[in-house]
């Protein structure tokens, strides 16, 4: 499956620890169980984690290319996203990050130290080649599952079957899982999903809860989804 997965559909974009810890609300004790950051793409979630001494598996179809493919790749699109960014400008908060310029900065700073940690996080398992809904990983293997900027952001590309077979899966690997954030990402609109998936999790029995939470860089993209097992 992974393998008809092609870089040249991606579009690298990786945020840091720090806002990771902001859009899921993270605590000192959801720190330190172990977490599964599902989609971590080009994150440096995982390398700072790690450098704190915390647990912490991602898993992304993309670990399959080597740091430097996935740095041209990087290198590739960078100037599309920010003019992206740059015509798009009334859709973002720029309150912390002033210009669409800042933004890129800080974001090459955390993929540049996804890069540098990726060979060593890659051979110590860190970094998983796996693609949801179907991940290579033990029942309750871990405390936390989180994914940021994949569910919800991708609706239009990514079925509502899509949504619930992989939030399933996260709740098999996982007691707890948490979606950021509930916006598309074109429209800017709350994913059309997110009503309905609430209530099928819902109906399976599972605690199902919006909150907001202190990270806004999408207008309204400040709420993340709690699922967790009863
Ligand atoms: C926009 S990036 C988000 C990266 C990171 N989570 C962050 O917020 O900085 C989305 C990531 O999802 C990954 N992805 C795409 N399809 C996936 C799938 N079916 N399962 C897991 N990850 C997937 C992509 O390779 C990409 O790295």
Redesign the pocket.
């Known amino acids: 499956m992974t393998s008809q997965?092609k870089l040249e559909n991606?579009?690298?974009?990786?945020?840091s620890f720090a806002?990771?810890q902001a859009?899921f609300g993270l605590t000192a004790e959801d720190l330190s169980g172990t977490i599964l950051?599902?989609?971590?793409?080009?994150?440096s979630?995982n390398a700072e984690m790690t450098q704190r001494n915390h647990q912490v598996i991602s898993?992304?179809?993309?670990y399959q290319f080597s740091a430097s493919e996935i740095e041209s790749r990087i290198q590739a699109t960078y100037p599309v996203i920010l003019q992206g960014l740059r015509d798009r400008a009334d859709r973002f908060v720029w309150q912390d990050i002033k210009t669409p310029e800042q933004l890129g900065e800080v974001r090459l700073a955390?993929m540049q130290q996804f890069l540098a940690d990726f060979p060593t996080g890659k051979q110590q398992s860190r970094y998983q080649v796996?693609?949801?809904?179907q991940l290579p990983f033990k029942d309750a293997q871990f405390s936390l599952a989180?994914?940021?900027?994949?569910l919800f952001?991708?609706s239009e590309q990514?079925s509502l079957d899509?949504h619930r077979d992989?939030i399933l899966e996260m709740l098999r690997l996982a007691p707890e899982v948490r979606v950021f954030p509930l916006v598309e990402n074109f429209s800017g609109e709350t994913s059309p999903y997110l009503q309905p998936l609430m209530q099928q999790l819902s109906a399976r029995g599972y605690q199902v809860k919006i909150e907001q939470v202190d990270y806004e860089f999408q207008r309204e993209g400040n709420q993340m989804l709690r699922i967790c097992a009863v």
């Open positions: 997965f991606i579009v690298p974009w990786g945020r806002e990771y859009m950051d599902c989609g971590g793409g080009p994150s979630f898993c992304d179809p993309i955390a796996a693609q949801l809904p989180l994914c940021s900027h994949l952001t991708y990514l899509f992989a």
